[in-house]
T-cell receptor
Framework: KQEVTQIPAALSVPEGENLVLNCSFTDSAIYNLQWFRQDPGKGLTSLLLIQSSQREQTSGRLNASLDKSSGRSTLYIAASQPGDSATYLCAVKSYNQGGKLIFGQGTELSVKP | SQTIHQWPATLVQPVGSPLSLECTVEGTSNPNLYWYRQAAGRGLQLLFYSVGIGQISSEVPQNLSASRPQDRQFILSSKKLLLSDSGFYLC?????????????FGSGTRLTVV
């Protein structure tokens, strides 16, 4: 059964700092991996989608990498801003679970001005 | 472009009352539809998914049920709410038969059972 783990659970950084969020998964049989952002009390906004055949995806200050064989992904945020404060969720579309999206518990990020 | 709508945004219901949450998708046909629940301090749990009208799969035994009366409409229901049904409910859709597509989520419904 696929399990997704995100470390750290919470992170607080000063504005301007570059940071890395980590995601690991136990079953490498995935179709893709998605990073989401969730603001308090809001729905999920998709940030980046990486297919299983890809190594990384970039959008603005965000860069996500995928190492399927080792079951790891990282989300790199450059030059963090207070507006980046949110919970970041990693999810894998698991082949062996019928294509269902399996989530990690999230990393709560606080960027202080 | 495709959009997904959920309503209501917030709901406070007494224990034992019925529940109906609605989700609709626009701009696509025959989507896969999903209901997730996010309890306080916990991750997202898949409750139900549907690959077509009238086709519902349940992931967790519980007090809730789901229905898909139309292609792009997904409803989450309960006959009698429990305190443990409180949480944040999210609807999502994905393209059917295309494993490379990601999921798109709605804005969620905050349900408080009192």
């Amino acid at each position: 059964k696929q399990e997704v783990t995100q470390i750290p659970a919470a992170l607080s950084v000063p504005e301007g700092e570059n940071l890395v969020l980590n995601c690991s998964f136990t079953d490498s049989a995935i179709y893709n991996l998605q990073w989401f952002r969730q603001d308090p009390g809001k729905g999920l906004t998709s940030l980046l989608l990486i297919q299983s055949s890809q190594r990384e995806q970039t959008s603005g200050r965000l860069n996500a990498s995928l190492d399927k064989s080792s079951g790891r992904s990282t989300l790199y945020i450059a030059a963090s801003q207070p507006g980046d404060s949110a919970t970041y969720l990693c999810a894998v579309k698991s082949y062996n679970q019928g294509g269902k999206l399996i989530f990690g518990q999230g990393t709560e990020l606080s960027v202080k001005p | 472009s495709q959009t997904i709508h959920q309503w209501p945004a917030t709901l406070v219901q007494p224990v034992g009352s019925p529940l109906s949450l609605e989700c609709t998708v626009e701009g696509t046909s025959n989507p896969n539809l999903y209901w997730y629940r996010q309890a306080a301090g916990r991750g997202l749990q898949l409750l139900f998914y549907s690959v077509g009208i009238g086709q519902i799969s349940s992931e967790v035994p519980q007090n809730l049920s789901a229905s898909r009366p139309q292609d792009r409409q997904f409803i989450l229901s309960s006959k009698k709410l429990l305190l443990s049904d409180s949480g944040f409910y999210l609807c999502a859709w994905s393209v059917q038969g295309a494993s490379y597509y990601g999921y798109t989520f709605g804005s969620g419904t905050r349900l408080t059972v009192v």
